[in-house]
């Protein structure tokens, strides 16, 4: 499947309102142009991942759009999506290789040059790179410190690999986020909490 980074939706059913709300949410995300969805259900036990992402994928497949799962290998093989995300403290990316297969989507989380140094040395292992968080954003509270917008400029072109951003993008600062050169913009609560998430990703998408 095509890997088209450019408006990425990291998906928190939590922030939606539940299971049926983040299908709805998922659908109308999908019409207003998401290019890729990735489950990220850290409050939820792997069952309910699990059943989440078999109902997904009907949606994501309607697209051509590629679902992906945060960290957990065997949900996503249980229920055949398109490939993980992983960070740094997951599986390594080659384990995460052999287990899924060539074909694959794996995503990697860096967070400085020596994280996309590392990265730069897996070739076809990965396929792409979060970079980030750009600004502090409160769905991660564990994460790396901010980089910046001057910072992100400058992972994404040490990168060799496609990159996305993430962390603490919204409507308001996403254009500034693009213009530094990203392969695209991932975000959660700019379409999770939206009153209209259809409009909220056409508009993420436009932003320029």
Request: hydrophobic fraction near 50%; charge should be negative.
């Amino acid at each position: 499947m095509d890997l088209d980074l450019a408006l990425y939706l990291v998906l928190d059913p939590v922030q939606c309102g539940g299971h049926a709300r983040a299908l709805d949410v998922t659908r109308a995300a999908l019409a207003g142009g998401v290019t890729i969805v990735q489950l990220r259900a850290p409050e939820w036990h792997k069952r309910a991942w699990l059943e989440l992402a078999l109902d997904l994928l009907p949606l994501t497949r309607r697209y051509g759009v590629p679902l992906i799962i945060n960290d957990h290998l065997d949900v996503a093989l249980a229920a055949g999506a398109d490939g993980v995300h992983i960070g740094q403290n997951d599986l390594p990316p080659d384990v995460a290789r052999k287990l899924l297969g060539a074909q694959a989507l794996i995503g990697l989380s860096v967070s400085d040059a020596l994280q996309v140094d590392h990265a730069n040395t897996l070739g076809a292992m990965i396929d792409y790179v979060g970079v980030g968080p750009v600004f502090d954003t409160p769905t991660k509270p564990d994460a790396s410190a901010a980089c910046g917008i001057d910072g992100l400029g400058a992972l994404c072109a040490r990168s060799l690999h496609q990159t996305v951003a993430i962390g603490g993008i919204q409507l308001h600062n996403a254009a500034a986020v693009k213009r530094v050169g990203p392969g695209g913009i991932a975000v959660v609560s700019a379409i999770c909490t939206a009153v209209d998430p259809q409009l909220a990703a056409r508009q993420l998408h436009e932003a320029s």
